[in-house]
């Protein structure tokens, strides 16, 4: 099963926020995503515009939980949802729809 996490500036509104958020989200993300039980393969892909993270697990559900409340303990936003999950077939056409 497939799982991924998504801040672009569009979801973040505007490249602004994004600057906060991405430097230090990005490195809470690896180092949560390398030690968690439920990984067993991520990619993080970060561009000036985005940061995604892609990853096979066993266990969407608890995957899905723990990314929840790492960008939450990490964002300085708690006013807004910054981010989104997608699940499966959504992350993997989403996926295809960024590097195409």
Request: with cysteine; net charge negative; charged share 25%.
């Amino acid at each position: 099963m497939l799982i991924s996490l998504h801040i672009t500036h569009s979801s973040a509104g505007g490249m602004t926020c994004l600057g906060d958020i991405i430097p230090g989200l990005k490195d809470a993300l690896d180092q949560e995503l390398a030690s968690n039980r439920h990984v067993d393969e991520y990619v993080i892909i970060r561009t000036c515009n985005r940061l995604e993270a892609y990853i096979a697990t066993k266990n969407n559900g608890a995957m899905k939980n723990a990314l929840d409340t790492l960008v939450r303990r990490n964002v300085p936003f708690s006013d807004r949802q910054v981010w989104y999950i997608l699940e499966d077939k959504e992350c993997i056409k989403h996926l295809f729809t960024v590097i195409c």
